[in-house]
């Protein structure tokens, strides 16, 4: 049986042997060990009627992070050869009763007989993100969902990029239900990582509370920090007053970190008109090895007061009062009017980023 490549051409001499096999209703979870360690993968279609092959080549890809040859088997046909390149298989074992000229054909048809010019884009894309790095697949998601707008942007990423593997991280704060009000009506059951510091306001932790329930979000968690850590970093809780990095490392970005160890993405609420470190934020990024949606990245306050408003969603009690961002209750302070949005966040210590994105400050996009 020969073997094609992904271009449709023969694959010279005997063919590198096939080190896992997969049926389509294979869990790839129990499989993950083989899987790290396997050069060739073949995954077999039992018949024409069943698809799931392609899903499972798909998670492969994006779930497990496999870079090696992911080889069709079973019961295909030429009409899907583009189709399977799409979803991350780089061979083909070619089925009885065709040879290799029908697939190299279809795969050379494919851009020009019945797709159009943009999902040929859309093919090249994927074929670099399944089988390059990072880059190569931030590339791709920019220019594929760069120019949508949030709610596109969400729905792309929790949908179709990052099913079960993308996480909303919420501060349930003055601007926090705009973006969960978006999450809602998407994907109610997408995870909601919020931080509970043991230093927020009692409104804070009302708020996020009440949201949740009008919203019908079902998978809000509460973080903390890890309280031996605590104990051994600031058994007196005043921390905060002597260095406020330290504090913020303690209780806002190790907590997180751990929390999102079993994502490969995640949402944040950033905006470009925030302050001098966020002017400029793209809508998708990739930092320390996960990618980064920031889908309100280009709203600007008036766009989230009018969502608000047309939305009838509450605010939180702590806004009429001037706290425009809110976090923790000693680190907080009144905005003045003229003020950036982020003056009253560490006022007079010369800090304006807890540190949770800290990596945006330190390197360049890629």
Not at 73 to 92: K, N
Not at 112 to 127: F, G, K, W
Request: glycine share 10%.
């Amino acid at each position: 049986m020969p073997v094609l490549d992904r271009t449709g051409a023969r694959v010279a001499g005997e063919p590198a042997p096939i080190d896992l096999a997969l049926e389509p209703d294979a869990d790839l979870d129990a499989s993950a060990a083989a899987i790290a360690t396997a050069g060739v993968i073949g995954v077999h279609f039992p018949s024409l009627k069943d698809g799931r092959g392609f899903s499972v080549a798909r998670l492969l890809r994006l779930r497990h992070g496999f870079k090696g040859d992911v080889r069709a088997t079973g019961a295909f046909i030429p009409d899907q050869a583009a189709f399977l390149a799409r979803c991350g298989f780089t061979s083909y074992a070619v089925p009885d009763g065709f040879d290799d000229a029908a697939f190299r054909d279809s795969l050379n048809r494919f851009p020009t007989v019945y797709q159009s010019p943009r999902v040929a884009e859309n093919l090249i894309s994927d074929l670099r993100q399944v089988t390059g790095g990072p880059d190569d697949r931030l590339q791709a998601l920019r220019g594929r969902y760069g120019h949508l707008d949030a709610r596109e942007l969400l729905a792309a990423a929790l949908t179709r990029e990052f099913p079960g593997q993308i996480a909303l991280v919420s501060s349930f704060g003055a601007e926090s239900a705009v973006l969960l009000h978006m999450v809602s009506r998407i994907a109610a059951d997408t995870p909601v990582l919020f931080l509970d510091t043991g230093k927020l306001f009692g409104e804070t932790l009302r708020y996020r509370n009440a949201l949740t329930a009008m919203l019908g979000l079902t998978k809000v968690t509460t973080i903390a920090p890890d309280p031996t850590a605590v104990a051994a970093r600031d058994a007196g809780g005043v921390l905060w007053s002597q260095n406020a990095d330290a504090c913020c490392a303690l209780r806002k970005v190790e907590p997180l970190a751990r929390a999102l160890a079993p994502f490969a993405a995640w949402i944040t609420g950033r905006k470009g008109y925030q302050g001098a470190t966020r002017q400029g934020l793209p809508s998708i990024e990739f930092v320390d090895g996960k990618f980064k949606f920031n889908p309100l990245a280009a709203w600007s306050r008036r766009d989230l007061t009018d969502y608000l408003d047309a939305h009838r969603l509450p605010r939180h009690p702590l806004e009429a009062d001037g706290y425009v961002s809110i976090g923790c209750t000693p680190c907080t302070d009144r905005v003045q009017p003229g003020e950036s949005p982020r003056a009253g966040r560490w006022r007079g210590r010369g800090k304006t980023e807890c540190g949770i994105h800290a990596a945006l400050v330190r390197e360049a996009t890629p």
